[in-house]
């Protein structure tokens, strides 16, 4: 089984760098490659904030849909706050959502379906501001909207827990692998010139061909494998490791 990639596009809103959103939209368009979007409907979150809101932004999110983007939500207001919670993937320390009340998370979630349903937008699937929720925020999904896939996870191909459809996001660059299903996280508002260039060279060179979308998927309800297993187990060691090195380096520079 050869390896096949998913694209995914993070931090859509209407405060995002066009232009940047533009280079990544040709080129796709330009291969016929249909990406997951996560959007965020209310951007409250200053890192964000990289121009003026545009007035035509959710025309732009609509075009999207129409041509087969699958449009993923990315939570609420995109503001995290610092959480000890037990998340369902430990990235970092923060979450939009992690920590809170149920009743709380499920107020953000019929929010953020509320905007998307005002602007004539269904997202599909949920993406986690940061990668960071518990196992109420998947509640407060599945009690308050229709949304059946979560695009996060580690695993090597696409598995069914907690009555939700997971497409694994294990990867922030394309990378060789053999087999399996692979997520690629990218961030169009903080990309540079030269980093665009250079995914746009390895993607046409070597990875096209092997570019999926999700509407191509045939999601089955399977639990995750020994090889999913053992890959998590080698995933979250290395996280740690690099962590740690980080931290380490942080010291000297500050010492």
Same mark, same amino acid.
């Given at each position: 089984m050869?390896?096949?990639y #998913?694209?995914?596009?993070?931090?859509?809103?209407?405060?995002?760098?066009?232009?940047?959103?533009k280079? =990544?939209?040709?080129l796709?368009?330009?291969?016929?490659?249909?990406?997951?979007?996560?959007?965020?409907?209310?951007?409250?979150?200053?890192e964000l904030?990289?121009?003026?809101?545009?007035?035509l932004?959710?025309?732009?999110?609509?075009?999207?849909?129409?041509?087969?983007?699958?449009v993923?939500?990315?939570?609420?207001?995109?503001c995290?706050?610092?959480?000890k %919670?037990k998340? /369902?993937?430990?990235?970092?320390?923060?979450?939009? =959502?992690?920590? #809170?009340?149920?009743?709380?998370?499920?107020?953000?979630?019929?929010?953020?379906?509320? !905007?998307?349903?005002?602007?004539?937008?269904?997202p599909? +699937?949920w993406?986690?501001?940061a990668?960071c929720?518990?196992?109420?925020?998947?509640?407060?999904?599945?009690?308050?909207?229709?949304?059946?896939?979560? %695009?996060?996870?580690?695993?090597?191909?696409?598995?069914?827990e907690d009555?939700?459809?997971?497409?694994?996001?294990?990867?922030?660059? !394309? +990378?060789?692998?053999?087999?399996? !299903?692979?997520?690629v996280?990218l961030?169009?508002?903080?990309?540079?010139?030269?980093?665009?260039?250079?995914?746009?060279?390895?993607?046409?060179?070597?990875?096209?061909?092997?570019?999926?979308? /999700?509407?191509k !998927?045939?999601?089955?309800?399977? %639990?995750? %494998?020994l090889?999913?297993?053992?890959?998590? /187990? =080698? =995933?979250?060691?290395?996280?740690r490791?690099?962590? #740690?090195?980080?931290? /380490?380096?942080?010291?000297?520079?500050?010492?």
């Amino acid at each position: 089984m050869t390896a096949t990639y #998913l694209l995914r596009l993070d931090d859509a809103c209407p405060t995002m760098d066009a232009r940047k959103w533009k280079m =990544f939209e040709d080129l796709f368009d330009s291969f016929g490659i249909k990406p997951l979007v996560a959007v965020v409907p209310d951007n409250c979150d200053p890192e964000l904030q990289c121009a003026p809101p545009d007035p035509l932004f959710w025309d732009k999110v609509r075009a999207w849909q129409g041509k087969g983007w699958t449009v993923a939500m990315h939570g609420y207001q995109h503001c995290m706050h610092p959480t000890k %919670s037990k998340l /369902v993937l430990p990235f970092y320390e923060r979450s939009e =959502f992690a920590g #809170l009340p149920y009743e709380s998370q499920a107020e953000k979630i019929r929010k953020s379906w509320r !905007l998307f349903a005002e602007n004539g937008v269904e997202p599909t +699937a949920w993406i986690a501001p940061a990668h960071c929720f518990d196992r109420l925020t998947l509640t407060a999904i599945r009690n308050e909207t229709p949304i059946r896939i979560v %695009s996060d996870g580690i695993a090597r191909d696409q598995y069914f827990e907690d009555r939700f459809f997971w497409l694994p996001q294990q990867l922030w660059s !394309l +990378a060789e692998k053999s087999s399996g !299903l692979w997520t690629v996280c990218l961030h169009p508002n903080t990309i540079t010139e030269d980093q665009f260039v250079a995914f746009r060279t390895v993607l046409e060179e070597r990875y096209v061909s092997k570019v999926t979308s /999700v509407d191509k !998927l045939v999601l089955h309800k399977r %639990s995750k %494998s020994l090889a999913d297993r053992a890959y998590e /187990v =080698f =995933f979250w060691q290395r996280h740690r490791a690099f962590k #740690l090195i980080r931290q /380490v380096r942080s010291s000297f520079r500050s010492a």
